[in-house]
């Protein structure tokens, strides 16, 4: 088997080696415990488990039918469902807290509210991510702790006569199990515009009552890829958020979490999570982008539009009730 040995920047003035690339799968999927690179964002990670998703790319042709609705829609086209969508395979990942300072993504923490007898505590897990299968490239190292996190010794264990070496521990099945309906990832939506693809991956964190109402939250993941030669600059974002209760919200700002990221063809990725609250157990999301490249012109990247759908928590008291 093809192997190569791989160096990468740990600090800014030494280099060191961590193990030996392995060739990337085409078909099958990854076993928990499998060390990797991230193909865009080059840091280091391990899997956990895998999650199955259906993804809805607006990039891949439909039906003419689909084209006319999507176009008479004025841009509320109820989520995207008329787009054909197809499964793919994504992974629930622990990142290298030594690679965090030097990634173009939000490494912080998944956040989720979860069933903690109403309690009003937000959980975050840090150095949590989900990738796609296209992005592992898988590597092999001789350490038996070669990865930097507070997790990887709870969840996995070293066994160097398996492949890959780290098999997980049952705190790891027990963690998957209890926070599921937190960490499951469904639906993946992808739209490309003029050369920047949008990536959204919804995820449902929760609700709490307050002041009489019931407040549903989610998380939403963004990832931004510039796929062409120049370089572009994020300026605006614009939202529209569209309740069940029938509200429809307009959210208009500079830049994204404080940031004005600019995609070049040395950094073209850069991928932020952002939180959004409803008075009702769904609804909808979707918006632009300004950009601007830097040439001068600018236009408006499209935001997919997502679905936020609530779930029930089968442990909650309270779920025989609703």
């Not at 959210?251 to 404080?258: D, E, F, L, P, Y």
């Amino acid at each position: 088997m093809y192997t190569c040995s791989w160096e990468r920047i740990i600090q800014r003035d030494s280099l060191a080696e961590v193990g030996r690339l392995g060739i990337p799968k085409i078909e099958g999927k990854y076993d928990t415990g499998q060390l990797f690179l991230h193909r865009v964002f080059g840091y280091r990670g391990v899997t956990l488990f895998p999650w199955l998703a259906r993804v809805y790319d607006r990039d891949v042709p439909n039906k003419k039918e689909d084209r006319t609705m999507e176009e008479g829609s004025s841009g509320f086209n109820h989520m995207g469902r008329e787009v054909k969508g197809h499964t793919h395979t994504y992974y629930q990942v622990l990142i290298d807290s030594r690679d965090c300072p030097f990634v173009r993504t939000q490494t912080e923490a998944v956040t989720f509210l979860g069933n903690q007898d109403n309690s009003r505590s937000l959980y975050a897990i840090p150095g949590l991510d989900y990738v796609a299968h296209e992005d592992i490239l898988p590597y092999t190292s001789t350490e038996s702790n070669p990865l930097n996190h507070e997790l990887f010794d709870k969840f996995l264990m070293f066994d160097p006569e398996k492949e890959p070496c780290f098999s997980s521990r049952e705190t790891l099945r027990a963690w998957q199990e209890k926070n599921h309906p937190w960490l499951e990832l469904s639906d993946v939506h992808k739209e490309t515009t003029e050369d920047i693809r949008v990536t959204v991956i919804p995820f449902y964190m929760g609700c709490r009552a307050a002041q009489n109402a019931t407040v549903y939250w989610w998380r939403y993941c963004i990832r931004l890829e510039n796929l062409g030669e120049l370089t572009i600059q994020l300026r605006e974002r614009h939202w529209r958020i569209f309740s069940l209760s029938g509200t429809l919200e307009t959210v208009r700002g500079r830049g994204v979490i404080g940031q004005e990221p600019i995609l070049s063809k040395s950094q073209p990725a850069f991928q932020y999570s952002s939180h959004v609250s409803l008075q009702a157990p769904s609804g909808h999301m979707w918006g632009t982008f300004s950009m601007e490249r830097e040439d001068g012109y600018t236009f408006d990247c499209r935001i997919p539009p997502f679905s936020l759908e609530s779930k029930q928590d089968p442990s909650s008291p309270s779920s025989s009730d609703s």
